[in-house]
C-alpha cells in the first residue's frame, strides 16, 4: 500500500471513529426508569434492549477501528491476521478495519456458521 493510500485509510477510520462517538447513545437513553404502565415498561424495556444492542455493535466496531489505527502504527496494516498475505486494497476500501484477508473472512463466517448448527444439531438431537 502506498503512503498516499495509506494516509487515505489514516482518514477513513479517524472519520469512522467520530462517527462512532457522535452516534453514542447518552446514557439518559440506557437508563432504567420506573415506568407506571405495564405495557409502557414492556415498550421502554425493547427500546432500551435496542440501545444496548446499538451499543455493543457500536463498541466492537469501535475496537476494530482503533486496532486498525493501531496497525497502521506499527506498519502491519492490510496484512491478513489468518494467513499473512496481503488484504486486496478492495477490500480494505470498503472494510478499512478489517484484519481478515477475504479468504480467512469467508472461513472463519463458515466456521462459526458451522458450529451454530452443530450446536443447534445437538440440542435437537438431545430433545427428540
Ligand atoms: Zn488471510
Do not use: N
Not at 83 to 101: E, K, Y
Request: proline letters at 2%; a negative charge.
Amino acid at each position: 500500500m502506498s503512503e498516499s493510500e495509506l494516509k487515505r485509510m489514516v482518514d477513513m477510520l479517524r472519520g469512522k471513529q467520530r462517527e462512532l462517538r457522535l452516534e453514542a447513545p447518552r446514557i439518559d437513553d440506557i437508563a432504567v426508569e420506573r415506568v407506571p404502565d405495564e405495557i409502557d415498561a414492556i415498550q421502554f424495556a425493547m427500546e432500551r434492549e435496542m440501545a444496548v444492542g446499538g451499543l455493543e455493535r457500536r463498541t466492537a466496531l469501535s475496537h476494530e477501528v482503533d486496532a486498525a489505527l493501531k496497525r497502521i502504527a506499527q506498519g502491519t496494516y492490510g496484512r491478513c491476521e489468518g494467513c499473512g498475505g496481503a488484504i486486496s486494497l478492495g477490500r480494505m476500501l470498503v472494510v478499512p478495519w478489517a484484519s481478515l484477508c477475504i479468504r480467512c473472512q469467508e472461513e472463519e463466517d463458515s466456521s462459526q456458521g458451522g458450529r451454530w448448527y452443530r450446536e443447534r444439531g445437538r440440542v435437537l438431537d438431545d430433545a427428540a
